[in-house]
């Protein structure tokens, strides 16, 4: 065997572990039942982002392509364009709280997007449970909204949709899987990615 052969089959390898291990990263909020011990405005705020990517998360859990275009009515968005706003509001989100802007994907399926949406939201998480409060007063939205605003706004926005998810779903005959509770922040059926 040639070594260039050799070198070759190992990068190969190596790209299809990295395009596999992407494929397959865990999605987050499976459990929120635990918490940070003290309130902080980076806190507090990363809680809300928490509780947004669970509902989200179980909201969403299960769909299948032939839910994606039921919609309540002619005139109404349908599951899949909502998971889709939900997608865009959580770019907004990201790149209110991330210095690192996020370029959302060009061509993206309704479940990709949740997919995304769940670990844009994560990383928003975890920026903004370490965040001091000097960093949380310097969060903008789109460059000149305070932080109140990404909250009654964007993430407002959000919670709003992953309920009508749920509402939808449930019209379309595939209800959210049982044993998801908001009030604990728990999950007792099986975790699907």
């Given at each position: 065997m040639k070594p260039y052969t050799f070198l070759f089959i190992i990068a190969l390898f190596c790209h299809m572990n990295f395009v596999n291990a992407q494929e397959t990263r865990p999605l987050p909020f499976a459990d929120i039942s635990t918490y940070p011990d003290s309130f902080s405005p980076g806190t507090v705020a990363a809680r809300m982002v928490e509780s947004l990517g669970f509902r989200y998360r179980y909201a969403t859990q299960g769909l299948q392509d032939e839910n994606m275009d039921f919609k309540a009515s002619d005139d109404a968005r349908s599951i899949g364009k909502t998971l889709l706003h939900i997608y865009d509001l959580s770019i907004v989100i990201h790149n209110a709280?991330?210095?690192?802007?996020?370029?959302?994907?060009?061509?993206?399926?309704?479940?990709?997007?949740?997919?995304?949406?769940?670990?844009?939201?994560?990383?928003?998480?975890?920026?903004?449970?370490?965040?001091?409060?000097?960093?949380?007063a310097a969060v903008k939205v789109r460059g000149e909204h305070p932080l109140w605003i990404l909250i009654n706004g964007p993430l407002a926005d959000a919670l709003w949709h992953s309920g009508q998810v749920a509402t939808l779903r449930r019209a379309?005959?595939?209800?959210?899987?049982?044993?998801?509770?908001?009030?604990?922040?728990?999950?007792?059926?099986?975790?699907?990615?």
């Open positions: 709280v991330l210095e690192t802007p996020y370029t959302k994907l060009a061509e993206t399926s309704p479940m990709e997007a949740r997919e995304e949406s769940l670990h844009l939201l994560k990383a928003v998480y975890d920026r903004l449970v370490s965040m001091d409060d000097a960093e949380i379309a005959g595939n209800p959210m899987p049982k044993g998801v509770n908001v009030f604990l922040g728990k999950y007792s059926g099986e975790v699907k990615e």
